[in-house]
């Protein structure tokens, strides 16, 4: 498994930016596809946003299309989640999560993920 530790989570109004950050360790990074998934206060754990290995290519879920950007820097073992025009419906706990198998593949469910970080606190206020 690998280790994963995410920050920038915060407060902020509807309409704003943040960008989180994703620090992996303890496995080759670069050889594997990297998730987002949220969970908010009362719902289930939902994907938001994967990129493959080698940042070719990437996938959203339909409610974040157009205002959320992940990327991933693989020379620093590092992947992002850059959000704009947050909506209060955004809010929850953000989680980076590892692919379990090396390869090229785009995974948008949790079964495929195999190493997961503690959480970043995202809460957009109307």
């Known amino acids: 498994q690998v280790q994963l530790a995410e920050s920038g989570g915060g407060l902020v109004q509807a309409g704003g930016s943040l960008r989180l950050s994703c620090a992996a360790s303890?496995?080759?990074?670069?050889?594997?596809?990297m998730g987002w998934f949220r969970q908010a206060p009362g719902k289930e754990r939902e994907f938001v946003a994967a990129?493959?290995?080698?940042?070719?290519?990437?996938y959203y879920t339909n409610s974040v299309k157009g205002r959320f950007t992940i990327s991933r820097d693989n020379a620093k073992n590092w992947v992002f989640l850059q959000m704009s025009s947050l909506k209060p419906e955004d809010t929850a706990i953000y989680y980076c999560?590892?692919?379990?198998?090396?390869?090229?593949?785009?995974?948008?469910?949790?079964?495929?993920?195999?190493?997961w970080g503690q959480g970043t606190q995202v809460t957009v206020s109307s």
């Open positions: 990129i493959s290995r080698g940042d070719v290519s990437t």
């Open positions: 303890g496995r080759t990074f670069s050889n594997y596809g």
């Open positions: 999560a590892c692919a379990a198998a090396p390869g090229i593949g785009l995974y948008t469910q949790a079964k495929f993920y195999d190493s």
